[in-house]
Every structure is written in structure tokens, then in C-alpha cells.
């Protein structure tokens, strides 16, 4: 079972920021959080992760709460081309220090509307 | 190419039938996942390999279900006898060495017939 809860649906309007809440209350002190998206019809595709320290590349950024028991995905501009179900996932290391198993759960489904 | 290849996109097979189903990582990349979507689902994990090595195939439904990555870059995933619960989109993904996101491929559709 995923490890973490998001809502079901959110709406945004075009241009507004997108605020994307996670609760991942069971962390663990070695787990990473890290955010995917499926837009439809297409395999999932990376955003951004992070540890402990708030994160921020040229999709989105990733604000973790102190305890790290929550997250928050924040696209600053959406548009409609980021309407898709947005995946928030806690994964450890694996065995060559890459990326673990992910253990995908149902997401968030954003639409940005005009 | 710039991205992970999967082909066929699309595979209609008869029920017992056997599939094959390729990914082509991106060069270089070290690990490869398979997943696989049933509809209206998140990606389940199938198996992990590292270059040519297999280390864990724990979400291997049964043992109708086999991948390899015998020289560490293309991977195959074979499906012996196909039953109707089959019948989902099996997701390629593929990674550097360390820890950054995964590229996943578009998808192979599978349905069993």
C-alpha cells in the first residue's frame, strides 16, 4: 500500500499557482519524497524529490515540513498542459544508491482550467 | 534516442497466447523498472535490474511473467499463456546510477482477448 495520502481532485485556474498537499505521516528518517505526473496516455514523468530541505528546479518546487510528515508541490504558473494526476511518493535508496521501488497510489488528478 | 523506447505500442493477444514486450532505456542508463498499469490505477511495480542483473523480480505476478537484460541495455518482458487479468499497459523505466527520477516510456497496451 502507498505510504502517502493526497486528495482525489483539485482545480486551478490557468496561470495561478498550483498547490499540491501530501501527508506522508509514517516517514521514515532515510525515505525521500518524490513527485511524479502521468499525463493521459503517457508513461509517468519525474518532478522533483527531496529529503528534508525544501527543493526547487524549473518545473516546480517541493516545500517539506520540518517533521517531513507533509509536502507540498507547488507549480508557480499552471497551465493547461499540466492538467494530469500528480503521484507523491516516499521511496528509499536502493542498493546502488539509485532510486528505490516506487509504490505508486492513486494521486491527485489536477485540472487546470482556462 | 533522447528518450525510453517501447515497443509494440499496442499488442492485441489471444488468450494462452505468448508476448514478448521490448524496452529500449536511455544509453547509459544503469537501472531499468518495469511496471504495469491496470486502467484507472497507479504503476505497479514488477522488476528492478541493474546493468544485466536482475534484483528483484518480487512483483512478478507468477511465473508466467519473466524479464531479462542479458547485455544490461535492452530489456524484454515475456508473458507466457495470457489470461484476460493480464490486460493492462506495461510501463518501462530507466535511470543513471545515483539517485535521480526515473524516465519512464509511453507504454505498452496489452489486451488479452
Known amino acids: 500500500d502507498a505510504k502517502t495520502t493526497q486528495p482525489t481532485s483539485m482545480d486551478c485556474a490557468e496561470g495561478r499557482a498550483a498547490n499540491l498537499p501530501c501527508n506522508h505521516s509514517t516517514i521514515s528518517g532515510n525515505e525521500y519524497v518524490y513527485w511524479y505526473r502521468q499525463i493521459h496516455s503517457q508513461g509517468p514523468q519525474y518532478i522533483i524529490h527531496g529529503l528534508k530541505n525544501n527543493e526547487t528546479n524549473e518545473m516546480a518546487s517541493l516545500i517539506i515540513t520540518e517533521d517531513r510528515k507533509s509536502s507540498t508541490l507547488i507549480l508557480p504558473h499552471a497551465t493547461l498542459r499540466d492538467t494530469a494526476v500528480y503521484y507523491c511518493?516516499?521511496?528509499?535508496?536502493?542498493?546502488?544508491?539509485?532510486?528505490?521501488?516506487?509504490?505508486f497510489g492513486k494521486g491527485t488528478k489536477l485540472s487546470v482550467k482556462p | 534516442g533522447a528518450g525510453v523506447s517501447q515497443s509494440p505500442r499496442y499488442k492485441v493477444a489471444k488468450r494462452g497466447q505468448d508476448v514478448a514486450l521490448r524496452c529500449d532505456p536511455i544509453?547509459?542508463?544503469?537501472?531499468l523498472f518495469w511496471y504495469q498499469q491496470a486502467l484507472g490505477q497507479g504503476p505497479e511495480f514488477l522488476t528492478y535490474f541493474q546493468n544485466e542483473a536482475q534484483l528483484d523480480k518480487s512483483g512478478l505476478p507468477s511465473d508466467r511473467f519473466f524479464a531479462e537484460r542479458p547485455e544490461g541495455s535492452v530489456s524484454t518482458l515475456k508473458i507466457q499463456r495470457t489470461q484476460q487479468e493480464d490486460s493492462a499497459v506495461y510501463l518501462c523505466?530507466?535511470?543513471?546510477?545515483?539517485?535521480?527520477?526515473?524516465?519512464f516510456g509511453s507504454g505498452t497496451r496489452l489486451t488479452v482477448v
Open positions: 523505466a530507466s535511470s543513471l546510477a545515483g539517485n535521480y527520477g526515473y524516465t
Open positions: 511518493i516516499v521511496s528509499t535508496l536502493n542498493y546502488g544508491g539509485s532510486q528505490g521501488n516506487l509504490i
Open positions: 544509453s547509459g542508463h544503469v537501472s
